[in-house]
């Protein structure tokens, strides 16, 4: 069984900053791709950065410049520094972490609960 726990989401003011973590935990055996998306409200899901296999960095073309993704490999955690928030910013994020939980299963797509960020004055 594998648990996503994200943290750090909130309210902040436009121009403030966040930072999100989400920890992926239990028995698993490899990760290829782990990231941040976000919903809003009557919209399609949308990329806000990911590590792709190869591992290359992704970022949505609206958070490029402002956020930044890292990761601590040894503790299967990432992390969204998020700087310069605007109001359309405001959105549930979730965490998502491709893996597979042994060497002959194929990988599969896990979501966190998401965390809600809300920008506003």
């Known amino acids: 069984q594998v648990q996503l726990v994200e943290t750090g989401g909130g309210l902040v003011q436009p121009g403030g900053s966040l930072r999100l973590s989400c920890a992926a935990a239990?028995?698993?055996?490899?990760?290829?791709?782990m990231g941040w998306y976000r919903r809003v409200p009557g919209k399609q899901r949308e990329l806000v950065a990911a590590f792709t296999p190869g591992v290359r960095t992704d970022y949505g073309d609206s958070v490029k410049g402002r956020f930044t993704i890292s990761r601590d490999n040894a503790k299967n955690t990432i992390y969204l520094q998020m700087n310069s928030l605007k109001a359309e910013d405001t959105a549930v994020y979730y965490c998502n972490v491709r893996l597979r939980l042994t060497a002959t299963m194929y990988f599969e797509d896990y979501w966190g609960q998401g965390t809600q960020v809300t920008v506003s004055s």
């Open positions: 239990g028995s698993i055996f490899s990760i290829s791709a």
